[in-house]
């Protein structure tokens, strides 16, 4: 089925670790996006690419790394895991130009829980 | 830099009354979208309804409305007729227009709903 697809939907990983968090669209959607969402904050831009080899900071990219070497695929990895990248990882991708289905809106993963402890 | 503010941290309504969740924003752009996502209990993002700001008719789907005031920089949700499954955070969410620019949607923090039988 076409959508986006996040894994692990629940991770539990230690201080220092190094964890890589998936993500995969079948939409061929050009934007693609990481955020997280933590209480009192909202969701909040972490980064985001317009293309493939393509990748920019949002606002609170400190601790993490994306690449983007296919256009379908967009991993968000914590090089050394803190306690406070706890957080609910989503994300999301967009078209370019026409506005698509969700007309300039995003279509998003189911999420991705992630506790270091 | 655009700012999204939900002043409302949490909402009740009884089932079956109309409640209104506040959105204001701030932005020097003129033309923009503005969206209502809705994220149940599930985690899921939900878009619900979306505004071009170019458009002077409020947008509505089935039993959601905005009250859209571009002078007043504010986009007010509208959920008629609630029901149980209305519960959810619901955010306010600004995208500059993406043409030509990455157009990052920008969240407010969200508004919790809560629903009363």
């Known amino acids: 089925d076409a959508g986006i697809t996040q894994s692990p939907r629940y991770k539990i990983t230690e201080t220092g670790r190094q964890v890589t968090l998936m993500c995969h669209q079948t939409?061929?959607?050009?934007?693609m996006f990481w955020y997280r969402q933590d209480l009192g904050h909202g969701l909040r831009l972490i980064y985001y690419?317009?293309?493939?080899?393509?990748?920019d900071k949002g606002e609170v990219p400190d601790g993490y790394v994306v690449s983007r070497s296919k256009t379908e695929n967009f991993p968000l990895t914590l090089e050394s895991a803190t306690r406070s990248q706890t957080s609910v990882y989503f994300c999301a991708s967009s078209e370019f130009g026409t506005g698509g289905v969700h007309g300039y809106g995003y279509t998003f993963g189911s999420g991705t829980r992630l506790t270091v402890v | 830099a655009q700012t999204v503010t939900q002043s409302q941290p949490e909402m009740s309504v009884q089932e079956a009354e109309t409640v209104t969740l506040s959105c204001t924003y701030d932005t020097s752009e003129s033309d923009y979208y503005l969206f209502w996502y809705k994220q149940p209990p599930s985690r899921q993002m939900i878009l619900v309804i979306r505004q071009e700001a170019y458009k002077q008719q409020n947008a509505t789907e089935n039993r959601f409305s905005v009250n859209f005031q571009k002078a007043a920089k504010s986009f007010s949700l509208k959920i008629s007729d609630s029901q149980l499954g209305d519960a959810a955070m619901y955010f306010c969410?600004?995208?500059?227009?993406?043409?030509?620019?990455?157009?990052?949607?920008?969240f407010g923090k969200g508004t919790k709903l809560s629903v009363k039988p």
């Open positions: 969410a600004y995208r500059r227009n993406p043409r030509g620019s990455q157009g990052n949607l920008i």
């Open positions: 939409w061929s959607h050009s934007y």
């Open positions: 690419s317009a293309a493939a080899d393509i990748t």
